[in-house]
């Protein structure tokens, strides 16, 4: 019902208004959230307050605002407003103190930078400023380790305990037909050994599949990425270095983050990418018939 609703709505409107909408409404909820949540960062991580989100799904919101504001600007179409929502935005994303995020967003940034064919003066003078200041973070601040090593350096090994869920979900002793077609969405936890816990989350939009729609649903799952990654990089320019951009911010996060293949925010800006990137999408509509020359 969602893939459908974000394909009416695609065939309705414009890609510009489609994902402004999309965006627009990711930074509303993200920034209410963030507001309402600001208090919990006493505990050391930004956190939902109404809506209850969690840090990860804050820091994914704004990842996006980011990205879609870099685009933007990079096209020399953004506004003042457009750039105090990405700082903003990205000032959020840290204090979410997401990982997983934070790494995969600088990849997409680095992909998003590197297609621009000519930059103009304010995105040129941004980026080549941020060099330095980059630098300086990374070598001579502990924010980036105090970021990394969060929890101690036993998370960083297991990632955050992940890696326990995925043995334990890649051993689970099923039927025949759970192993192929899996056990349904609603499994989202699987029992594990060894640990004073007796099931854990599954943290993996990719170890979710195999235990929810098996290899059946796995594979199907991999080609849809595959050919979204396909159709983004055949899609026409001004799209196509955003549409690679979240492409790489999301898939990658989806390795150690659940959600890309759910009914959640990631989804939909999945969803709509994919759905973008058909050719359809971009192809010239067909002429409308001549009535004079059909009577003729």
Known sequence: MLVMSIAFLASA???????????????????????????????????????????????????????????????????????????????????????????????????????????????????????????????????????????????????SSRTIAWQAALSFDGATFQKWFGGGLALKYVPVSGQYWQTQLLDSSWISALVQVGFVGLALAALWVCLAFVGAMASPRPWRPLWLALLVFMVPRSALESGLFDASAAFIVFALVSLQVEPAAHSPAPAAPDPVRESA
């Open 13 to 159: 409107f414009e890609t510009d208004r489609l994902i402004a909408s999309v965006v627009g409404s990711l930074a509303s909820v993200a920034a209410v959230s963030a507001v309402t949540g600001v208090g919990t960062l006493r505990s050391g991580r930004l956190e939902g307050g109404l809506p209850s989100l969690a840090s990860n799904e804050i820091a994914f919101a704004c990842g996006v605002v980011v990205l879609f504001v870099m685009h933007h600007a990079k096209e020399s179409v953004a506004r003042v407003w457009h750039l105090a929502a990405g700082v903003t935005g990205f000032a959020v994303m840290w204090l979410t103190g997401s990982r997983t995020t934070t790494a995969t967003f600088v990849v997409a940034a680095f992909v998003l930078i590197l297609q621009s064919r000519v930059l103009s003066v304010p995105a040129f003078i941004t980026c080549a400023a941020a060099v330095p200041v980059a630098a300086w973070v990374a070598l001579s601040t502990p924010v980036i380790t105090e970021l990394l090593f969060r929890g101690g350096s036993s998370n960083v090994t297991t990632l």
